[in-house]
């Protein structure tokens, strides 16, 4: 493992969200209290007013170009500097954490994970996609693999969408992953981060996996040179025993 500090501007919070892929010299920080724009070369950090106080769980671009953020209170789109909130239909005051987002591979559509189920937005409105009955709609994270299939992590399991529908993915003793915080695909292998440890699982033969216990793994992202990053509560560390 090696660690890499992040800028005064950001220590001593937790970092929930990471996006490195919007800008080739940006890196977005969501934490608990705003966002955050890290321009790399000139090591420049621009904070968001307009978010303070929110804590930014999920940062992703739209298909039309507009950065969407997820926060814990609501979902909100960034154009040409300007804030705007998405509405999201039955996401009331209680239950409108908006925690994971992703941009469908195929579709000009946007997955957007709450607490209260999945949605879709198309740059216009959100409508909601209808789970399984059984299956925890708490969603924390969102992607999609090589073989065009929807990884789904929610607060007590992680599932992907076969064409069987969603299948759960389970430790040898049916026992549920806990809080699966983002999932990545590096080198034919998914990378799940739970909230105790990182799990990588075959992606042509999902019954071979191997779990690793790393204590306070928050978030995190894969770079432009597929390495895996995960984010712990005030730096980012490089986690490279991928064998």
Not at 36 to 41: A, P
Not at 207 to 225: A, C, E, H, Y
């Amino acid at each position: 493992l090696r660690g890499i500090d992040l800028p005064n501007a950001l220590q001593g919070r937790v970092v929930a969200a990471v996006e490195n892929q919007i800008g080739e010299d940006e890196i977005w920080y969501g934490s608990q209290n705003g966002l955050s724009l890290v321009r790399k070369t000139a090591g420049q950090v621009e904070r968001f007013s307009q978010l303070a106080g929110r804590e930014v769980q999920a940062i992703s671009r739209a298909h039309d170009g507009s950065i969407l953020v997820g926060t814990s209170r609501g979902l909100f789109s960034i154009r040409d500097g300007e804030f705007e909130p998405v509405p999201i239909p039955e996401l009331d005051f209680a239950v409108r954490h908006v925690r994971a987002l992703l941009p469908a591979a195929s579709g000009n559509f946007t997955w957007v994970g709450t607490d209260c189920g999945l949605y879709r937005w198309d740059g216009s409105s959100v409508g909601l996609f209808k789970l399984p009955q059984e299956m925890d709609c708490r969603i924390c994270s969102l992607a999609e693999d090589s073989l065009g299939r929807l990884w789904v992590g929610t607060g007590s399991s992680l599932c992907v969408m076969t064409n069987e529908g969603f299948q759960p993915i389970r430790k040898q003793r049916l026992e549920r992953y806990r809080y699966v915080r983002s999932i990545h695909e590096v080198d034919g292998q998914i990378i799940a981060t739970l909230i105790d440890g990182i799990l990588k699982i075959a992606r042509d033969d999902l019954s071979k996996r191997k779990f690793q216990p790393i204590d306070k793994s928050l978030s995190s992202f894969v770079d432009r040179d597929s390495n895996f990053w995960f984010a712990t509560e005030n730096h980012a560390e490089l986690y490279c025993d991928l064998a």
